[in-house]
């Protein structure tokens, strides 16, 4: 039985272990500072195929036999997968995922998707509904960019707070063991909307749900950031992240030296010209995956939450006028079994 | 600890019960056979909104306060809430719940989504990491046909496979309890994709994967089509409904007797001019929240297998020339408990 504490977090009440992960991604992530935590970097962002979307679901497919083949494992042994992304009707999953022939659950979180996928993953791996559970997402500059903003041709300007999505996947698999890191708890996000309308600035739509998150976890748990190496947000990049800080700020809670933000590492912003920063589901993804996850395997870090952060809008919400509402999912992830 | 069985099937280890159901529709919806199993039927389809895709996330939200009050709870007792739709990003959900403040998953299963939605609440309420969980989604005739078609205004001309998106939404919530309808097992859907290409032949692209699923709930459980008052698949129409029966005949499943397709039933074929039927993910959800567990609640069905299926495709993927990838996902509702 899984154990619910407080409102909204749940605990493990087994072991459960990140046994296998892999991060594959684009150029420009593989020339970043965070280019050696990828598995695989494709030189053109094509990935073999002829369009971008299907290069995307190619960048999934890719981090699935990684992750797979990384266990020693065939992909029919895994039980269930769960899996989304931000192209319309989550196509970049279906078309990735569908010739692996597993059990499947679509999924949206936008870019807390990989958060939403491990939460999930965690929990039915947990009750046993599920014995090797995968959870997948992915981005993609040029898929995104086309259908969010403007044709790739166009070369519109961006703005100070706009963010880059990266092309970027990651795979993760979840299963009942006894090897770090594990997954100690989870917080479901609710969507929070503070009324930002810009579409442009997506961080300050985010930041709101990665306070309420956070806020709620540690409530709830009583614990502290104290107890953390590391607090770890999805792509609220430099506007979003200055906001969270900010927000817990107010309430007494001091989070500036313990976040990180994915979003604002994945690129160099001195010489990568992304203006605030990474985004799109792949980024907390493949760092979850590249960095995070090995970081805890090896004993460097011990104690982390990671709550990647999603923008619910799409281009129509937005020509309508809607404000933007953001989400946020949290994992604790340590390398210590424990006992809640 | 949740019980599998087979490869694919999972069977509730506590009483899980289906507590509260309600369903929403548009005027057509009113006006066809299935009218009087609504809660409420909108005269305009506009609910009360000044875009159609406002008037869905309304739809959805009456749909759930309905719901929340016939169980005589506040939505704030909800714990968890599961739920999507058909719109780029799932917007029509997002913008649909967020005032209620509810923890959230998003998920996508296009049309098969209140199947997911219910499997996965169900799985969670038996685990005990939710305590009152809810499924919700909804279809709206014009945000999808002016999404995944043409604007509303141009009048084309509509193939004799084609089927129409109902204008409905499904709300319910799960709690272990004594009371049917009882969630006794899932099986989860894998995408099956046999090339289909042609976007205004979904039942075709979605038969394969109704059969997949529905064949592998018996494999797995030695049951048969005589053990159930009805096999209820989401929204083949007729196309996919007749391809599904012919699927099953070639090994030997005889499912003619018992196979009841809620694309077909939902709408008059005789005066509604919908082609082959009705469609999206409002459809199979309303008749199961208007229809179907009000039968099992009052022991007129006694065991039914639920297996909506959806095609995930998009306009974009159609206009790339890609297949048409199915899912399908199975819930078993019964009136008794029982042990598996």
Known sequence: MSVRIGNSTIAMSNAVSVTSFSAVGGKKEGEGPCGSFFDYIDS????????????????????????????????????????????????????????????FFGIYGACSTISEGLALASLLTDSGASKITAAITSSHFCTAERQY???????????????????????????????????????????????????NNMGAAMAPAAYSTVSRFFGDTGLSPADFDAIVT???????????????????????????????????????????????????????CGRFLPEIRAGRLHNILFAATGALLSPTSSQQGMTIPGISHLVWLSDEKGEF
Chains 1, 2 share one sequence.
Request: aromatic share 6%; glycine share 14%; proline share 3%.
């Open 234 to 288: 999805g792509d609220l990049g430099n506007v979003g992240s200055r906001l969270l800080c900010e927000l817990a700020e107010r309430d007494g809670l001091d989070l500036r030296e313990k976040h990180v933000d994915c979003g604002r590492i994945i690129y160099d912003q001195s010489s990568q010209d992304v203006h605030a920063g990474g985004s799109g589901c792949g980024c907390a993804a493949s760092l979850l």
């Open 44 to 103: 053109d962002d094509y990935f073999g195929q002829d369009s971008f979307e299907r290069a995307e679901s190619a960048m999934q497919g890719l981090a699935l036999q990684n992750a797979v083949e990384k266990r020693g494992i065939e992909p029919e042994d895994i039980t269930l997968m769960l899996g989304g992304d931000l192209l319309d009707q989550c196509i970049g999953t279906s078309f990735g995922v569908a010739d692996f022939n597993i059990p």
């Open 149 to 199: 903003r403007f044709p790739l041709g166009y070369g519109g300007q961006r703005t100070p707070t706009s963010q880059w999505t990266a092309t970027a996947s990651g795979a993760l698999l979840v299963e009942q063991g006894d090897s770090a890191p594990f997954v100690r708890a989870v917080t479901v996000g609710r969507i929070e909307d503070k009324g930002i309308t810009d579409a």
